[in-house]
């Protein structure tokens, strides 16, 4: 049995392995069906369940303490809650079934006297708000955990949709979910994390071979997924070595946001960094970002000179959103030969480009696909789909939990960072470190996912030291290296960084 926390910066397996793949309710379905078709029956596997959940309850409940009591749906979900109160019974527990439409009021005393709650009501299938009895029974569950009762989710909290996280009005908050199989994706997706407390999964026995023919293109990610880049660096290293990054931006209003991005390139590890700016921001330079070159540009065509000798391009922190600055940005995208990042107002003048990385946030994102903020938040996952798809690139969903999604449907949930990040300029961080590793050679798949991980390991150590509130982008820059450092070891340990959380 695998055990996770959903507040970890680092999952499962800690020597590597297999990524841990996350799938919704349409893939559980049809790995139960293609479990079928390999002979491992609807009925096998929920004996295999209601066994791994009767495991998980023996090690940890008392048989002398109160009852096991299980809520129990009409379903499958109710049906491996009926396997596992069985177990226990035959192993001398106390167990107490509240079983579907059973008057709540009445059960009061077991309730009370509970040593653990199971959740055996819904499973994935749901699909609209939860209403009527179940409703009641959710609300009851949660009124008790919140008296300190302990509570057991059997694959998904009941009433939380397995694709999104959100609830169907009202889900139930437990201590544990305990999935079956595989981690259902809404857990550890915002808010859905906030429902599932910690996570452990359970091997049920659906064939590997079930897998084969079921397409599962989502995965929490982990660093085995971009570790073989970071070694040690040979003692004769030239800082032409690890790449020269361009930064287009800064305008009157906000200088700053280039050099944020630029200092995010150089601590990433780039050799090198040019700022190309406006004449504006150019006589202001500050001495302080002396690691800096800065280059003072007007036209599209100063800047693509610029791009000669440059292995990657971070197009729009602090550019401006007026017409010319966006007629600006639109011409570089079209015409700049690199691998680039486009972020923030390098956005708003996004035309078709294969292959660039793009880091909206949820407002972004929304004028991208021309629809509100609140219908990206809905469903961050099916929406970051569809900009990967139309726009024929990764695209970075940040915030919470941020997304990375790729063109070909995968998508990669990152479990670092924190809400002390949401910050001024910490995207523009980002952008840098993005920036950064394509210069240093990395693909802009590997570039993507590094860099979204460590941006959010770094502010994970900073809240470490320091705590949430007051944490400002130019502390990330300063923990950046020591996050690769973690990395660079865990490569060599076969070890990775525990949670800083």
Avoid at 78 to 90: E, M, R, T, Y
Avoid at 218 to 237: G, M, N, Q, T, V
Avoid at 294 to 317: M, Q, T, Y
Avoid at 380 to 388: L, M, N, Q, T
């Amino acid at each position: 049995m695998m055990g996770i926390t959903a507040s970890q910066t680092s999952f499962w397996n800690p020597k590597g392995g297999l990524p841990l793949q996350l799938i919704n309710a349409e893939q559980a379905k049809a790995l139960d069906v293609a479990s079928e078709q390999l002979g491992v029956s609807t009925a096998q596997l929920m004996e295999n369940a209601g066994r791994a959940v009767a495991a998980f309850l023996e090690a940890r409940v008392d048989p002398k303490k109160g009852p096991i009591v299980f809520f129990i749906g009409k379903g499958n979900n109710g049906g491996d809650g009926l396997v596992a109160a069985n177990q226990l019974a035959q192993k001398k527990y106390s167990v107490f079934l509240i079983q579907n439409e059973e008057d709540l009021k009445k059960n009061q005393s077991p309730l009370q006297t509970a040593s653990y709650l199971v959740d055996a009501l819904l499973g994935t299938g749901l699909k609209g708000d939860v209403q009527g009895w179940m409703e009641s029974a959710i609300r009851c569950i949660n009124d008790f955990q919140k008296q300190g009762k302990k509570v057991l989710a059997i694959d998904i909290p009941s009433g939380l949709s397995a694709q999104t996280g959100m609830p169907y009005g009202v889900a139930v908050k437990a201590t544990t979910t305990l999935c079956l199989g595989f981690v259902k994706l809404g857990l550890v997706l915002c808010p859905g994390f906030e429902y599932a407390g910690s996570i452990e999964c359970a091997d049920i026995g659906i064939p590997k071979e079930a897998t084969s023919g079921v397409t599962l293109p989502f995965h929490l990610l982990e660093p085995h997924h971009f570790i073989s880049h970071f070694k040690r660096r040979p003692k004769d290293a030239h800082k032409k070595d690890f790449g020269h990054v361009l930064v287009v931006g800064g305008s009157a209003t906000m200088p700053g946001a280039g050099f944020l991005a630029s200092f995010g390139a150089l601590r990433s590890g780039a050799g090198l960094v040019t700022y190309a700016t406006t004449p504006e921001v150019y006589q202001k330079f500050d001495p302080d970002f002396a690691e800096v070159m800065v280059a003072s540009v007007e036209k599209p065509a100063d800047v693509l000179s610029l791009c000669e000798g440059k292995n990657a391009v971070v197009l729009g922190p602090g550019l401006g959103r007026e017409s010319k600055r966006l007629a600006f940005a639109k011409e570089l995208i079209a015409k700049i030969p690199l691998h680039m990042v486009i972020d923030a107002d390098g956005l708003l003048a996004m035309t078709q480009r294969k292959e660039a990385i793009l880091t909206p946030h949820p407002g972004e994102m929304a004028a991208l696909l021309k629809i509100s903020v609140p219908e990206v938040q809905a469903n961050r996952v099916k929406v970051a789909c569809e900009a990967a798809k139309i726009f024929e690139s990764i695209v970075v969903l940040k915030g919470y939990r941020s997304l990375i999604a790729f063109p070909d449907g995968r998508l990669y949930v990152n479990p670092t960072g924190n809400p002390g990040m949401a910050t001024a300029g910490m995207g523009d961080v980002l952008a840098g470190i993005l920036g950064g590793f394509l210069a240093q050679g990395f693909s802009p798949e590997s570039a993507s996912l590094a860099g979204v991980y460590l941006h959010g390991l770094a502010g994970d150590m900073v809240v470490e030291e320091v705590g949430e509130k007051g944490l400002i982008a130019s502390d990330v820059l300063r923990y950046m290296p020591k996050a690769i450092r973690l990395i660079e070891q865990a490569g060599n340990n076969e070890s990775y960084p525990k949670s800083f959380q």
